[in-house]
T-cell receptor, first 114, second 112 residues
Framework: DGGITQSPKYLFRKEGQNVTLSCEQN?????MYWYRQDPGQGLRLIYYSQIVNDFQKGDIAEGYSVSREKKESFPLTVTSAQKNPTAFYLCASQRGQGYNSPLHFGNGTRLTVT | EDQVTQSPEALRLQEGESSSLNCSYT??????LFWYRQDPGKGPEFLFT???AGEEKEKERLKATLTKKESFLHITAPKPEDSATYLCAVQAYEIDGQNFVFGPGTRLSVLP
């Protein structure tokens, strides 16, 4: 079955450490996205990528970094510069670069930084 | 300013008690409005896409409708397994790149 796999499901880190969240998709989708979800707020876009080796900042990119070396993979690094990193992180993919096709989501990584 | 709002924030229904959830948006040049269902600890699951005013989509007990400034998700005779958070999102010409704007969601509880 095609889908999006995020790992790990839960991640715990000490303040000041960088951490990388994995996202892999086998849907052959061109576009991939990272969102952050906090209680009572809508999903907020961190980064997105429409093609390999290219990505754009979203609304809350500060303190995060990404890479897109393969079509299937879009890892997110949460750096020590992110002021409030504890959150639920969602990766998504979209079929094409055009509009109108829905996002397909993975099951998220819950990051806790203490 | 908020571009997508949802109401109510939370809704509690008895099994079989039909109701509607609202998604209002202020963007112009709508390209698509999307409804998702999200279970606790999981990623959102795609339900419907609506493209133009007057359009309707149905799936089991759910029916989504769209007007020029809002969308409704009607739930007919809900069951406890319909309990979830329902999210709506819009894409519009005025939104940069591939950015979807999500509402905060409506948390639905259906009691047996």
């Amino acid at each position: 079955d095609g889908g999006i796999t995020q790992s790990p499901k839960y991640l715990f880190r000490k303040e000041g450490q960088n951490v990388t969240l994995s996202c892999e998709q086998n849907l052959n989708h061109d576009a991939m996205y990272w969102y952050r979800q906090d209680p009572g707020q809508g999903l907020r876009l961190i980064y997105y990528s429409q093609i390999v080796n290219d990505f754009q900042k979203g609304d809350i990119a500060e303190g995060y970094s990404v890479s897109r070396e393969k079509k299937e993979s879009f890892p997110l690094t949460v750096t020590s510069a992110q002021k409030n990193p504890t959150a639920f992180y969602l990766c998504a993919s979209q079929r094409g670069q055009g509009y109108n096709s829905p996002l397909h989501f993975g099951n998220g990584t819950r990051l806790t930084v203490t | 300013e908020d571009q997508v709002t949802q109401s109510p924030e939370a809704l509690r229904l008895q099994e079989g008690e039909s109701s509607s959830l609202n998604c209002s948006y202020t963007v112009s040049g709508l390209r698509g409005l999307f409804w998702y269902r999200q279970d606790p600890g999981k990623g959102p699951e795609f339900l419907f896409t609506l493209y133009s005013a007057g359009e309707e989509k149905e799936k089991e007990r759910l029916k989504a409708t769209l007007t020029k400034k809002e969308s409704f998700l009607h739930i007919t005779a809900p069951k406890p397994e319909d309990s979830a958070t329902y999210l709506c999102a819009v894409q519009a010409y005025e939104i940069d790149g591939q950015n979807f704007v999500f509402g905060p969601g409506t948390r639905l509880s259906v009691l047996p």
